[in-house]
């Protein structure tokens, strides 16, 4: 009895959901050849359409959410190569947020395990950026002071668990600094100050990919910008939305809007394609919100992602210098070519730097395998796509893979490193400000 009247009590996101989203599917089948998923498998409930399907199902009352909803919904990469393709213009972004919300608020894939590890990672550790650099600094002391070389030599991973050994494989390196040990809170343009931006330096990002937020700013105060970088962020919830948090996700968006007010800006950027796609969309988690509706809405339109803003303004082409030739090819972050559009500015970026060549990656808009945490869940489909990616990596002859995604950066690092490639993995700020740095050389 109790259990049928929570039933009927529940907060159903699918049901809740704007119905013209949930009805949009004409059923064609154009995305299905685009679906990593469905290529791996054929099997209609691994792909688009027949996800949608389900979905569909549930919001019109004639299935009830179950284990089975639940792996799938958790099987699909989050990708949106689905949308790149569909005809119908279907917001599969928006349908799939609210249907891993709809698997978390039934507890269909609840086990005390998924629990405690979804409550330390998403619920604490990334509702915290001083948490998050609270571990980061720990394991970057584990690998300065060679234990982590230690224990991986001494093989005493090998009588751990093999899922373990693989996550421990995967752990990244930790830079000596973090961006607020790099960045100055406000950094003046070099010459004319022509726009007044904010930069976003994420959570997994300023952990890892410190010297990319570094490198960025730099870029951005190349082409007249004073940039305003806050010391101590927090994750922009996109974690949290991707994975059926959509409260914890509104909860960042709140707090991201109060600490960047979007009319003091000119853009507020972000330089990670996974995050900026979460990041447009505030006033999707904002719109019952009176008191931040409005902003939200100002705040979608302030924000944009580096390439796309350097490209909007016309970025400052490096001068020739005596910079090494290099050959390069781009891997396009899904949520920044599928979810963004943003397909031409990284190339049209590339492409200014002296001495470099920029050579096609074949399928470079197929994902990578990362897609946020999914290379921890789900690793044999992640890892099957990457070892497509770097097959295709390697038939360029590139010596340097640029994307502009962290997720993908680190994927992509540690794949060339388990597989001996001699590859660099370089975020396309970096490559620009190595050129900017060569001028003055
Ligand atoms: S998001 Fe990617 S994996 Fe999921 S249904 Fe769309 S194309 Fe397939
Ligand atoms: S999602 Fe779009 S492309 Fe795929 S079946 Fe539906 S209408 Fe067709």
């Given at each position: 009895m109790v259990e049928a009247v929570q039933k009927t009590t529940r907060h159903s996101h699918l049901k809740n959901l704007d119905y013209s989203v949930v009805q949009q599917c004409m059923h064609c089948g154009l995305c299905l050849p685009t679906c990593p998923t469905y290529d791996a498998t054929k099997l209609e409930r691994n792909s688009p359409r027949g996800r949608i399907a389900l979905m569909?199902?549930?919001?019109?009352?004639?299935?009830?959410?179950?284990?089975?909803?639940?792996?799938?919904?958790?099987?699909?990469?989050?990708?949106?190569?689905?949308?790149?393709?569909?005809?119908?213009?279907?917001?599969?972004?928006?349908?799939?947020?609210?249907?891993?919300?709809?698997?978390?608020?039934?507890?269909?894939?609840?086990?005390?395990?998924?629990?405690?590890?979804?409550?330390?990672?998403?619920?604490?550790?990334?509702?915290?950026?001083?948490?998050?650099?609270?571990?980061?600094?720990?394991?970057?002391?584990?690998?300065?002071?060679?234990?982590?070389?230690?224990?991986?030599?001494?093989g005493v991973m090998k009588v751990l668990p093999k899922r373990l050994q693989e996550l421990e494989a995967m752990t990244p390196v930790i830079p000596p600094k973090f961006s607020a040990d790099m960045i100055a809170p406000v950094t003046p343009a070099v010459g004319e100050r022509k726009y007044r931006v904010a930069m976003l330096t994420g959570c997994a990002q300023d952990l890892i990919f410190s010297e990319v937020n570094r490198d960025t700013v730099e870029v951005l105060t190349h082409n007249g910008c004073e940039v305003f970088t806050p010391p101590e962020q927090?994750?922009?919830?996109?974690?949290?939305?991707?994975?059926?948090?959509?409260?914890?996700?509104?909860?960042?968006?709140?707090?991201?809007?109060?600490?960047?007010?979007p009319e003091q800006f000119d853009a507020i950027i972000s330089n990670a394609g996974g995050c900026g796609m979460h990041l447009k969309h505030y006033s999707n988690l904002l719109a019952d919100d009176p008191h931040y509706r409005?902003?939200?809405?100002?705040?979608?339109?302030?924000?944009?992602?580096?390439?796309?803003?350097?490209?909007?303004?016309?970025?400052?082409?490096p001068s020739r210098n005596g910079q090494p030739a290099i050959t390069v090819t781009y891997h396009e972050s899904c949520h920044l070519s599928h979810g963004q559009k943003i397909v031409l500015q990284p190339r049209q970026v590339l492409k200014l730097i002296p001495n470099l060549t920029l050579v096609e990656l074949p399928e470079a808009n197929w994902c990578c395998g990362s897609a946020g945490i999914y290379n921890l869940v789900q690793p044999e489909m992640a890892n099957e796509l990457l070892d497509r990616k770097l097959k295709h990596i390697q038939s360029t002859g590139a010596t340097v893979v640029a994307n502009g995604n962290s997720g993908c950066l680190l994927q992509l690092i540690n794949g060339v490193r388990e597989a001996g490639m001699q590859v660099r993995v370089a975020h396309p700020m970096t490559l620009l400000a190595e050129a900017y740095r060569a001028e003055k050389a």
């Open positions: 569909r199902a549930i919001a019109d009352g004639q299935l009830e959410a179950t284990k089975i909803f639940g792996d799938e919904m958790y099987f699909c990469l989050g990708c949106l190569a689905c949308m790149t393709a569909c005809p119908a213009g279907v917001n599969y972004a928006e349908l799939f947020e609210h249907a891993r919300a709809e698997v978390e608020e039934c507890h269909v894939l609840d086990s005390p395990k998924r629990k405690l590890i979804r409550w330390f990672t998403v619920k604490w550790l990334f509702m915290d950026l001083s948490r998050l650099l609270f571990v980061g600094r720990a394991m970057r002391l584990y690998q300065r002071l060679g234990i982590q070389t230690l224990i991986r030599r001494s927090q994750c922009c919830g996109s974690l949290h939305a991707h994975n059926g948090e959509l409260r914890l996700a509104t909860e960042l968006a709140r707090k991201a809007i109060d600490q960047f007010p409005e902003r939200a809405e100002l705040w979608d339109c302030k924000l944009k992602d580096v390439h796309e803003f350097l490209a909007q303004i016309g970025v400052r082409a």
